[in-house]
Nanobody
Framework: QVQLVESGGGLVQAGGSLRLSCAAAGRTVTIGAMGWYRRAPGKERELVAGISSVGSTYYADSVKGRFTIFRDYAKDTLYLQMNSLKPEDTAMYYC??????????????WGQGTQVTVSS
């Protein structure tokens, strides 16, 4: 019902920046919140950041002050600006969306993921 396509991942050195993008297409349901998850090898999935239907945001403690989530509501496009990247940020990053308006809680729709690798 909803296609989410991420882009912008890559390889950067510690301290560098990346900007991830997520475009929603083929949407047949109303999207409320959108967010970014990440999964590193051997670790559980983590909600990195989320943004509600009215613009309120959530950040995991590990990324506060370094990452910024924002969205273009008219275009159903989501962004994650990642600054001061650390090697522990290395993971596959997934765009997610849901019908509910709040940024926290479970998400229903997922993109294919984009790899972020931060070298030391």
């Amino acid at each position: 019902q909803v296609q989410l396509v991420e882009s912008g991942g890559g390889l950067v050195q510690a301290g560098g920046s990346l900007r991830l993008s997520c475009a929603a297409a083929g949407r047949t349901v109303t999207i409320g919140a959108m967010g970014w998850y990440r999964r590193a090898p051997g670790k559980e999935r983590e909600l990195v950041a989320g943004i509600s239907s009215v613009g309120s945001t959530y950040y995991a403690d590990s990324v506060k002050g370094r990452f910024t989530i924002f969205r273009d509501y008219a275009k159903d496009t989501l962004y994650l600006q990642m600054n001061s990247l650390k090697p522990e940020d290395t993971a596959m990053y997934y765009c997610a969306a849901k019908r509910q308006w709040e940024a926290t809680g479970s998400y229903d729709y997922w993109g294919q993921g984009t790899q972020v690798t931060v070298s030391s």
